[in-house]
């Protein structure tokens, strides 16, 4: 008998949905404290992910979910390079 393959699910920091891995995005927070999207899923560093999806983005930011996820303070022009990226990977 074959098992099916397991799907890894992961948490949305926005809306709170859990999602396939792949269907999601990871903003991570590298070791030199520099906070990028990760496309690839493989960087180093403390990881949340988001839905491809705006709205996500609005409501992480307004309750600073992506803030205590990365557990480091999250500037404004950060906000806006992420709302451009996420824009264009959706």
């Known amino acids: ?3 099916p393959k397991k799907i890894p699910q992961r948490m949305c920091v926005g809306c709170g949905v ?3 891995k792949k269907a999601m995005t990871r903003v991570v927070r590298t ?5 990028l999207i990760d496309p690839t899923g493989k960087k180093s560093g403390r990881g949340a992910y988001l839905c491809l999806d705006q709205e ?5 930011t307004k309750a ?3 803030e205590k996820a990365l557990r480091q303070p999250i500037s404004a022009d950060i906000y806006d390079t992420l709302k451009t ?5 959706s």
Not at 31 to 35: A, M, N, T
Not at 56 to 60: D, E, F, H, M, Y
Not at 85 to 89: E, K, M, S
């Open 18 to 20: 859990m999602k396939e």
């Open 1 to 3: 008998m074959v098992r």
């Open 64 to 66: 600073k979910r992506l």
């Open 85 to 89: 990226q996420l824009g264009t990977l």
């Open 31 to 35: 070791p030199e404290g520099e906070v």
């Open 56 to 60: 996500c983005l609005l409501k992480a």
